[in-house]
């Protein structure tokens, strides 16, 4: 069962980061993913395993808020109205996005201990008529077991 991908934070070929639900709530996940993995063969390796720890509401709601405003700057860049000296955030939303880092810090970093380890499946819903970005649709996931 696919479930959705609130937010992405960290991209390289795909998804690395970010927030998605796992068994119908919000976890934050990260890639183990490193560069120039080899095999015993030379051979490269994607060894594309996720940590998956739950969050609480309270952050879930923060981080969705904050995304939401990385995703106005990014709309606004996207169609010129916003100086790439501005990233992150538009003028008007910076001092709520530093309020809103203030209240996150910490709080969306993995504890290993506190997390449970898959692969996923990411793709592109095409159900959606709302989009984050130009020319992007929401993602989902789907978790798997590792083997």
């Known amino acids: 069962m696919f479930e959705p991908v609130y937010t992405d934070s960290d991209f390289y070929d795909h998804v690395r980061q970010g927030i998605a639900d796992y068994q119908g709530k919000p976890h934050l996940f990260q890639s183990e993913w490193r560069d120039f993995q080899t095999g015993p063969d030379g051979e490269y390796l994607d060894d594309d395993t996720f940590l998956l720890m739950p969050i609480e509401q ?5 981080a969705l808020e904050d995304w939401g405003i990385w995703c106005r700057w990014e709309n606004a860049f996207k169609l010129g109205t916003a100086p790439p000296e501005s990233h992150p955030v538009l003028p008007e939303d910076r001092d709520r996005h530093r309020e809103i880092q203030r209240l996150l810090k ?42």
């Open 106 to 147: 910490g709080c969306l970093e993995i504890d290993p201990a506190k997390s449970v380890r898959k692969s996923a499946e990411f793709r592109r819903r095409n159900d959606y008529t709302e989009f984050r970005k130009p020319n992007d649709h929401p993602l989902e996931v789907r978790w798997f077991d590792l083997e």
């Open 58 to 62: 309270s952050v879930f709601q923060l």
